[in-house]
């Protein structure tokens, strides 16, 4: 079985919200899509042991905010490796709150839609939650909505391991020993990748820095971790 196939399937970025009476959480989600038109409905993957399950479980109702592709890496960080049960991922970024009552993240969301849940379907790790649309809207029509293709590729993000579409990568071959050519350093953290070759843009950090350059108080642009949490993956 070749599981790369199902990295050839189209996904998004998001940030899905959720709960009530002042307990609120949002998370990093890829997997959502439209089920129905008539009657609007979409369906959402949420990890089980993840804060924001919990939420929909209680509320039984859900707001996906459509992130766009300028969406900085240390929001997607935020959302998507923090947990919200040690941290109000809401400190700082811009929500309103919906007709449903859960906080609807409009920062650098390019639309939104809130929905009831009306079903749901367990998946081993994870829950589907099905949801008939009760609002939606577009917040921003010039901005492109971030695939999670763009997030791969551009950005440089992983899966975080409690995403329907992680997969354990194999280990990376030994690196070249050749002192001229600049080394790319993963995070132990969160697996993002630092490439001297694209530097940190929203870190300020111009491509061609190398990661032995980089500031001692540098951190890991998606999760936060210090340079120590860095280990060298190849050459270039």
């Known amino acids: 079985m070749n599981k790369g196939a199902f990295y050839k399937l189209s996904y998004g970025l998001y940030v899905v919200t959720a709960g009530e009476e002042g307990k609120f959480n949002g998370q990093i989600a890829n997997t959502v899509f439209q089920v129905t038109s008539e009657p609007p409905t979409v369906a959402v993957s949420i990890n089980k042991q993840n804060y924001t399950h919990e939420c929909i479980q209680s509320s039984r109702r859900f707001a996906v905010s459509i992130l766009e592709e300028a969406t900085p890496m240390t929001m997607i960080g935020r959302f998507g490796f923090k947990c919200g049960r040690d941290i109000n991922k809401f400190d700082g970024i811009q929500v309103r709150t919906g007709k449903t009552g859960v906080p609807i993240v409009t920062s650098h969301s390019v639309a939104f839609i809130e929905a009831e849940v009306t079903g749901q379907m367990d998946c081993g790790t994870h829950t589907i939650f099905l949801g008939k649309v009760v609002e939606c809207d577009i917040l ?21 391991k409690n995403a329907p579409t992680y997969q354990k990568e194999a280990p990376s071959a030994e690196p070249s020993a050749s002192p001229e050519k600049a080394s790319r350093y993963t995070c132990t953290v969160c697996g993002y990748i630092y490439d001297p070759e694209k530097g940190d843009p929203d870190g300020k950090i ?31």
């Open 206 to 236: 111009k491509p061609g820095t190398r990661f032995e350059d980089l500031p001692a108080d540098w951190v890991c642009p998606v999760c936060g971790a210090g340079k120590d949490k860095f280990e060298i993956v190849s050459a270039q």
């Open 140 to 160: 921003d029509a010039t901005a492109e909505p971030m695939t999670y293709a763009y997030y791969h590729k551009v950005k440089g993000g992983k899966s975080p």
